[in-house]
């Protein structure tokens, strides 16, 4: 593990969009809180009928929800924590497969992934998501000034991938979000990526009661009136087991974050 980390260090040519004084460095070192994110900024997500019409038309959602999320967290830390060259590498990458995904909702309304307003509204799922899993997670203290500079921070990735007016607060997030309540929808095709979510398992059935915990804490991490639009809300009696049990499920963690087996 040592010599994997020299050489990246080796291979840094800057410290990247943020540095390693940056919040966001703060926010994503830690891998278990960012996948618990990653599955509340998925469901969260998905309640914009767009978004939700790009999962459902270019995926294969019903068996690749944990690659989804591997895809995820490849992409946040290379950005986060790549060179500058990397980290603009990645953006454009994903600039170039959004230019592929476009179609139309159901009621023929035409979508883009390249929409400006459709990437702020994915952008912001994550970005809340993540703040809330590492201050559930990991650092219940984590000052709110830093909060802050965290959203600052992420805002920039989010205006190199084209998005619009991103907030950058965490009062501008919650304004943001409430503002966008009227635009969300639960129909069956949410139901359906949902369930194709929380239903995935581990290859090992010894990690299957942490893999639903890891479930339950991404759940958890929702807006109350979000966890209401799917049906998922739990009892607030239950939510410190939860919390506590989230923190020891890093085996789970790793087996989602794995490589799968070359063929």
């Not at 070192?29 to 009928?49: E, F, K, N, W, Y």
């Not at 454009?92 to 990437?119: E, M």
């Not at 969300?184 to 990526?193: F, G, H, P, S």
Request: hydrophobic letters at 45%; a positive charge; aromatic letters at 6%.
């Amino acid at each position: 593990m040592v010599g994997a980390s020299e050489g990246r260090r080796a291979e840094r040519t800057d410290d990247g969009l943020f540095g390693p004084r940056s919040s966001a460095w703060r926010v994503h070192r830690d891998v278990t809180s960012m996948m618990i994110g990653g599955v509340g900024a998925l469901l969260l997500q998905m309640l914009h009928p767009a978004a939700l019409a790009g999962v459902w038309d270019h995926s294969d959602y019903r068996k690749d929800m944990s690659g989804r999320l591997r895809r995820t967290a490849r992409f946040i830390s290379g950005t986060t924590y790549g060179s500058t060259e990397q980290a603009e590498a990645l953006i454009a990458r994903v600039r170039a497969i959004h230019d592929r995904i476009a179609g139309r909702l159901p009621d023929g309304t035409p979508y883009s992934a390249n929409d400006p307003d459709l990437l702020t509204w994915v952008h912001v799922a994550e970005a809340r998501s993540f703040l809330a899993a590492h201050l559930r997670y990991r650092e219940a203290l984590f000052p709110p000034a830093d909060q802050d500079r965290y959203l600052a921070e992420m805002a920039i990735v989010a205006k190199k991938l084209g998005a619009g007016d991103v907030p950058t607060t965490r009062r501008e997030v919650e304004d943001y979000l409430e503002a966008m309540r009227p635009r969300l929808v639960v129909d069956e095709r949410t139901c359906a990526v949902a369930k194709a979510l929380l239903s995935q398992r581990p290859a090992g059935l010894a990690l299957a009661p942490a893999y639903r915990l890891m479930m339950q804490a991404g759940i958890d991490l929702l807006p109350d009136w979000a966890a209401r639009m799917h049906g998922l809300r739990s009892p607030r009696i239950g939510r410190p087991a939860v919390a506590i049990g989230a923190i020891g499920i890093g085996s789970v963690v790793r087996w989602a974050m794995r490589d799968p087996a070359p063929a």
